[in-house]
């Protein structure tokens, strides 16, 4: 027996997801332990593209540029296609060859790197900032009371227990954490079985060499996919298959570089096939993103079809939102209750996420099932800039029900992302996205300082274009409350009332 640990936070999985909340934590100073059953971070491209949000959650961790490093010749950006092959017949073009990002919805723009590139740069920079993550170390039990968590962890044959606050289950869609926790999941579940081949070869003659580029392929000898990743010459191939009348077993290399051939039009490649693994695309989620002291973030909480790219996406954003909360929580900032913020919004905006998913894996691997169950496509712009929270940690006032807005025409209404504008703020230009470390009032008005409470950033910002005060729909009176995700709160284009007034819906936001 090994000896009891005691941390704030005990994060168990350390993925996209789990890497991000103990990355979260530790820079505001919280004490937390990530363990992962694996040798070590993910050795498989798996989840290649950062949306623009997960950009602006990188940028906050001081890794974007990094991340954005691994692209390594994939600057040109996206092609995604659906195609009888990769020079074959297209059928439908999602992202096309001149298709640009719009530069002026964030400061950063969306990124191609791979999962293998990612994970071990928010490892790095987790423990850079004082988080403690061991491998080879797996949860086996989990208990909580009233005042903590007892998780019971083995590593080395030695089993000891963790004490902590807070547990986060970041262990992905087989996670055990869930079921501890005595918490259920919903959905379609399995779609499809696939075999998954990632091999090296020379395919500069068939793809847009600069661009990242996943065919989607519905071909008369297969149905699949293919990615070409960051990786010089490395690709991903996968193949779908029917389980009641194939295995994975049916699929020997040779039999997928015999596909793989007719995949790529390149009837004498000889790839070197690197890896052959059986995996399925699924859709769940759970029912609840929390049960007393333990949450769910990532694949734990929810399981998306890779159809959108949104899996690993998600993962980060869990993380980063629910380690945001716990922070003020842990430093006696906020109250327990703004705990609760974390399902009631981050569990619809996995809905979304599940529901948009598989509405674009009918549309582009499986039309047989269209038909009037099948969700809405989704515009990923309006998903993953434009979702609104919904929640205590939020002053709605209006009645719009609508999930979503167009990101390119924010409203700046309570729940939306505060929108990216570029400032001047101590006589540098910057994006107000980089203002929001805290809470933060957002405000032309002076009177506005007068009545912010210590605790709450003011920053001292000119709005030489005057894109802030119409953006935010502020004018020159009123302000905007930001939370430290960026997410606006409360909106008001009045000047203050009363000396008190900002102090109280602080407090109201925070569960004070
Ligand atoms: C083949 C493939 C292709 C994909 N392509 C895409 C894509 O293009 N775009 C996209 O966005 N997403 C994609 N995804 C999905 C994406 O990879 C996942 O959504 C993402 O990895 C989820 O991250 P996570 O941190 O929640 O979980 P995981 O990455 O699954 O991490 C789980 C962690 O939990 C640990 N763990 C599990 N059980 C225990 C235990 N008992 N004790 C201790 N540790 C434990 C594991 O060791 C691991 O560290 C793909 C997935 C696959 C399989």
Avoid at 96 to 115: G, N, Y
Avoid at 482 to 487: E, I, K, N
């Amino acid at each position: 027996m090994g000896d009891d640990r005691r941390v704030q936070v005990l994060v168990v999985g350390a993925g996209l997801s789990g890497l991000t909340a103990a990355l979260f934590l530790a820079q505001q100073g919280v004490s937390v332990l990530g363990i992962s059953k694996h040798r070590g971070t993910s050795p498989h491209p798996k989840a290649t593209g950062q949306t623009h949000r997960t950009m602006e959650v990188l940028r906050r961790a001081g890794v974007a540029d990094e991340v954005l490093a691994g692209e390594a010749g994939l600057g040109g950006g996206l092609v995604i296609k659906v195609a009888e092959s990769l020079r074959g017949r297209v059928f439908h073009s999602i992202v096309h060859e001149d298709d640009e990002w719009d530069a002026t919805l964030s400061p950063e723009r969306p990124a191609l790197a791979s999962q293998d590139h990612v994970e071990p740069v928010l490892l790095r920079r987790a423990r850079e900032l004082g988080a403690e993550v061991l491998f080879e170390t797996e949860l086996v039990s989990l208990a909580q009371d009233d005042d903590g968590v007892t998780a019971r962890v083995r590593s080395a044959g030695d089993e000891y227990a963790v004490r902590a606050d807070y547990v986060i289950g970041a262990d992905g869609h087989r996670g055990v954490v869930r079921g501890f926790a005595g918490i259920g999941r919903q959905g379609p579940g399995e779609l499809t079985r696939h075999v998954g081949v990632v091999f090296d070869a020379d395919l500069t003659a068939h793809i847009v060499p600069d661009k990242l580029t996943l065919f989607y392929l519905r071909n008369p000898a297969f149905t699949g996919a293919f990615v070409a990743t960051n990786t010089a010459r490395r690709n991903v191939f996968t193949i779908e298959y029917d389980p009641a009348r194939e295995s994975a077993a049916d699929y020997p290399v040779q039999r997928c570089v015999e596909l793989l051939r007719i995949a790529t039009d390149a009837p004498d490649l000889e790839p070197d096939v690197l890896e052959v693994t059986a995996w399925e695309m699924a859709a769940w989620v759970s029912d609840r993103f929390r049960a007393g002291r333990v949450f769910l973030v990532g694949d734990a909480a929810k399981v998306t079809p890779p159809t959108g790219g949104l899996g690993g996406n998600t993962a980060i954003g869990d993380g980063f939102d629910l380690a945001w909360k716990l922070a003020e929580v842990l430093k006696g900032e906020a109250g327990v209750g703004l705990l609760d913020s974390y399902e009631a919004e981050r569990r619809p905006y996995a809905k979304l996420v599940v529901d948009g998913s598989y509405a674009n894996y009918v549309q582009r691997f499986a039309p047989h099932l269209a038909g009037p169950d099948v969700p809405a496509e989704v515009d990923p712009m309006h998903l993953t800039l434009g979702y609104r929270c919904r929640s205590n940690a939020v002053l709605i006032e209006d009645t719009d029900p609508s999930p979503m807005e167009d990101p390119a025409d924010p409203s700046a209404r309570p729940g939306f992302r505060a929108p990216h504008v570029v400032v001047t703020h101590n006589g540098r230009e910057v994006s107000t996205v980089d203002l929001f470390r805290t809470w933060t009032l957002v405000t032309l008005n002076p009177d506005w300082r007068a009545v912010a409470a210590p605790s709450l950033h003011v920053p001292a910002v000119t709005d030489p274009t005057g894109a802030l005060s119409t953006r935010y729909r502020i004018g020159r009176t009123g302000a905007a409350l930001v939370r430290p995700d960026g997410v606006i709160a409360h909106h008001t284009t009045n000047p203050p009332a009363s000396p008190t007034a900002l102090t109280t819906t602080l407090h109201t936001l925070k569960s004070l």
